[in-house]
Structure formats: structure tokens, C-alpha cells
């Protein structure tokens, strides 16, 4: 199987196109499914947060894959616990330190009822 490609979401952001619609800022749970033991991933910014939401019967976990920074360091977050019906959320992460070499941020979860909304924050001059 392939890595679960995951779509970025993006809010509105401070100047919506008015009147705001119904349904215009609703974001999508997206499951880890068949990939989830290939891990996901999408292309990063710097400007991401992750949403992760657990439907499985038990505690889950989720790892984040990192890479070495400017400072030769590395430190993936590793077997991070989600509880039964809990939402967590990461980020954002720099790229440096996180990116891997297709410009993507990798992390896996070991259930196919874990979820994900990957939510890019808009760029505030």
C-alpha cells in the first residue's frame, strides 16, 4: 500500500467572502483506513495543525516522523496516547527539523478509525 495522502483545509481566514455560507468554514474528518499501517503524510508549510480524532475501541497512538535539523538533531514524537473518543492536536511544526525530502510531514497510527483533518492557518501579515 501507498502512504494516505491527506488534503490540506483551509479556513476563510480573517476577510471572508461575505454573507458566509452555510457550511463554508465545516472542515472534513478524513480516516486512516487500509493506509493506516503505511502512515500518511501531506505537503507542509510550517502553517499546519493536525487534528487527529480516536473512534477505535481503545487508546490509540500516533508517531511523527522528524528529520535532522540545522543543528544535526532529530526527534520523532513517538507513541503519543489518544484515549477511547478523545481529539488531540499537534503543530504547527517548522519545516526544518520535520519536512522530509518530498516536502511532506509523515506520522502513523496503528488503527484504521483514527482521523485526521490537516488545517492550514493563514499567513497574518
Known amino acids: 500500500m501507498a502512504r494516505l495522502a491527506l488534503t490540506v483545509q483551509e479556513p476563510c481566514g480573517s476577510y471572508p467572502t461575505l454573507p458566509l455560507t452555510a457550511s463554508a468554514e465545516d ?30 475501541a481503545g487508546a490509540q497512538t500516533i508517531t511523527f516522523s522528524s528529520t535532522v535539523d540545522a543543528y544535526n538533531r532529530d526527534g520523532d514524537i513517538t507513541a503519543y496516547s489518544i484515549g477511547i473518543s478523545e ?13 522530509q525530502a518530498d516536502g511532506k510531514l509523515y506520522f502513523a497510527v496503528p ?11 493563514p499567513q497574518i501579515d
Open 27 to 56: 472542515f472534513t474528518w478524513t480516516a486512516s483506513g487500509a493506509s493506516f499501517a503505511d502512515g500518511a503524510g501531506f505537503t507542509m508549510t510550517g502553517r499546519e495543525l493536525i487534528l487527529v480524532r480516536n473512534d477505535n
Open 87 to 99: 481529539y488531540a492536536m499537534f503543530g504547527p511544526f517548522k519545516k526544518d527539523g520535520w519536512v
Open 111 to 121: 488503527a484504521a478509525d483514527v482521523y485526521f483533518a490537516i488545517v492550514r492557518l
